[in-house]
């Protein structure tokens, strides 16, 4: 059964639960590669913050995550895509990725995504179409192309 979820325009407000989600969400990958730090994690998210860009992800009425959504001239940048672990598993990013790709197919661009690289995330967004395009220090960096009828090729290649 497909799951139901609702993206809810953040608020300025909302700064401190936005960050509690994302520490909650990536501190097991984050104590994995020895780069936990709360305090970083809050000040690299509040130094980018823009709640226009920013939905919380709502499931029967609970803030379960929340995506961000940068709509760049040539591109879409999904800068931000967190899930509380205790929802993880469930659908509910693949759900969130579905509305994101409707929304660049119908504008005919491009996703980018970055992961970091001892992240679970990596084989999630490979899975869901996105491709390797290169790597940094910490992070993996994956495209995946807008499935419009001008991109005929694209799309028969990730058919399955």
Do not use: W
Request: charged content about 25%.
């Amino acid at each position: 059964m497909p799951i139901t979820l609702k993206l809810v325009l953040a608020q300025p407000s909302d700064v401190d639960d936005l960050v509690a989600i994302r520490i909650e969400a990536m501190r097991e990958s984050l104590e994995r590669v020895g780069r936990f730090d709360p305090v970083r994690a809050r000040e690299r998210f509040v130094s980018g913050f823009e709640a226009h860009n920013t939905r919380f992800i709502e499931v029967a009425g609970n803030k379960v995550g929340f995506v961000v959504l940068k709509h760049h001239p040539n591109e879409l940048v999904l800068d931000h895509l967190y899930v509380r672990p205790s929802a993880q598993g469930s659908g509910i990013g693949a759900a969130v990725l579905t509305q994101i790709f409707n929304e660049a197919d119908a504008a005919a661009l491009p996703v980018k995504v970055g992961a970091l690289k001892e992240s679970a995330s990596n084989r999630f967004y490979t899975r869901h179409g996105f491709q390797f395009v290169e790597t940094s220090e910490f992070d993996n960096y994956y495209v995946r192309q807008n499935l419009t009828p001008g991109n005929a090729a694209c799309r028969q290649g990730e058919m399955h």
